[in-house]
């Protein structure tokens, strides 16, 4: 694997017993936080990132074990890793491109199906797939030598915000003050709560069941997805190898017995769903990792930015909305709230602060329409696969079918899925 190389040294996370200044304080140590506070400090902005796992570090993800938290990353993800010098420093070895998406209606046949081919799109590939810690780990390593980035092993307890700068007071002590503050803190965000910014929330009253599986058959770098009768939908991503993740998110009930099956009863479990079609695309499947699950919904913060009278705080990735898994978006969707927010900081005018409210604003603007269409799609896909009356799911696999005949509406497909959107 390739490293990240600087001439600066190492420097050791900071205590935060102390009071301290920065431009910028990002609060949040996920992908997109850390993400961001690094992409804020290679534009020369003085950063804070504060997050309470940021001491531990994490390792390089290696042979044969595979993370459980693995993702689909966009095109537009791997653009703005590029942009942070991320994506050349990561093990390519560990990442696995998506050349086809091959996704079934309950019938689970070819007159409810649609597929989409990067051969088609004219595009290499349509995604890749990987693990969290591997890119984690790798902005983990950028940021350790990026000197006006500075890291915080902290929890961020309260918030004031007046009309010059904001001040955040920490768990252990210290105090933070900044110009701006970027809230990466997550779905059910503190700071967006503190702030009062109202949100529109919605539990799909199902889990996603996470485990990796190694495969009988090559899965062709093809992602499956079906949807089953009742709203189950089964998703089958592809790894290095002959490896799949997967993804099943169903009801409650039903993900508390799925995390009690035996490597047998997981075989009559994929045997009897889709009329054993997974088991005929990929063969026999072995668990190679413990089952998780991750409680669904919907969220979506009124405003990205805050708070009303004098806005100083903006929101990033979950913090700002969470969608259902079925498209693999969300992690991309809070990337690009990043790439936007970077571009916007980065080629301000001369004579504005980075907490001007022209900028938040058009940040904001930028960020409405992305967010409302994805979790429009995201939701109402959802919600039809879901539903039980036969004139719905009439009109789905009619649909399904037809937008798998029509170039047009695939190529328009593709395009969103790809998230292409300028941010240089
Ligand atoms: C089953 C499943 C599969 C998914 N698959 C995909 C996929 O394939 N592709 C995709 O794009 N997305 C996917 N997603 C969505 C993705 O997981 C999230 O959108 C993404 O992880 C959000 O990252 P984040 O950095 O915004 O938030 P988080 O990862 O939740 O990070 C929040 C951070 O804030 C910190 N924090 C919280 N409170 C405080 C505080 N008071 N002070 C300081 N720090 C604080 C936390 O410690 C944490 O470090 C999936 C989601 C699920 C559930």
Redesign the pocket.
Same mark, same amino acid.
């Given at each position: 694997m390739s490293e990240v190389h600087t001439n600066l040294p190492f420097r050791p996370l900071t205590p935060s017993l102390q009071n301290k200044t920065a431009d910028v304080v990002v609060? $949040?140590?996920?992908?997109?936080?850390k993400a961001c506070a690094l992409g804020l400090a290679q534009s020369g902005l003085q950063t804070i990132e504060?997050?309470?796992?940021l001491g531990q570090s994490i390792p390089s993800p290696q042979g044969s074990h595979w993370g459980q938290r693995i993702?689909?990353?966009s095109p537009s993800t791997q653009k703005l890793l590029a942009q942070l010098q991320i994506w050349d420093a990561i093990d390519h070895g560990r990442l696995q491109t998506v050349r086809d998406m091959r996704i079934y209606g309950d019938r689970g046949g070819k007159e409810d199906y649609l597929h989409l081919s990067a051969f088609e799109a004219g595009t290499p590939q349509l995604a890749w797939i990987g693990e969290s810690d591997l890119i984690e780990h790798t902005i983990d390593q950028a940021s350790r030598f990026q000197n006006k980035l500075e890291r915080i092993s902290?929890?961020?307890k309260k918030v004031n915000v007046d009309s010059e700068k904001t001040a955040l007071h920490l768990k252990n002590g210290g105090t933070i003050s900044a110009k701006l503050i970027i809230a990466?803190? $997550?779905?059910n965000s503190?700071i967006r709560n503190e702030l009062g910014i109202t949100v529109s929330e919605e539990s799909y009253a199902q889990s996603?069941v996470?485990a990796n599986w190694s495969c009988a058959y090559p899965h062709l770098k093809t992602a499956f997805q079906w949807f089953l009768p009742g709203g189950d939908i089964v998703a089958m991503l592809p790894l290095p190898g002959k490896q799949v993740s997967m993804?099943w998110s169903t009801s409650p009930e039903n993900t508390a017995d799925l995390l009690k099956l035996s490597q047998t009863q997981w075989a009559d479990q994929f045997a009897f769903i889709a009329n054993g079609a997974i088991l005929k695309q990929l063969g026999e499947l072995k668990l190679y990792s413990i089952p998780i699950a991750?409680p669904?919904r919907k969220i979506r913060a009124e405003r990205f930015i805050g708070p009303e009278a004098s806005p100083k705080v903006v929101l990033? $990735?979950?913090?700002a909305h969470?969608m259902h898994?079925l498209a693999?978006? $969300?992690?991309?969707?809070?990337l690009r709230d990043v790439a936007v927010l970077l571009n916007t900081l980065s080629k301000r005018e001369s004579f504005r602060q980075p907490n001007d409210l022209v900028l938040l604003r058009r940040y904001e603007r930028q960020r409405q329409g992305d967010t409302s269409a994805l979790l429009w799609v995201t939701d109402k896909l959802k919600k039809l696969f879901s539903a039980t009356s036969n004139t719905k799911r009439q009109l789905r696999n009619w649909g399904l079918d037809l937008v798998n005949k029509s170039h047009f509406i695939k190529q328009r497909l593709i395009e969103r899925a790809l998230g292409e959107i300028g941010f240089e």
């Open positions: 609060v $949040g140590g996920g992908i997109v936080g504060i997050a309470p796992d993702y689909a990353f902290d929890v961020v990466a803190d $997550g779905a503190p996603a996470v993804v991750f669904l990033i $990735g979950d913090a969470v898994p693999g978006q $969300g992690l991309n969707l809070g």
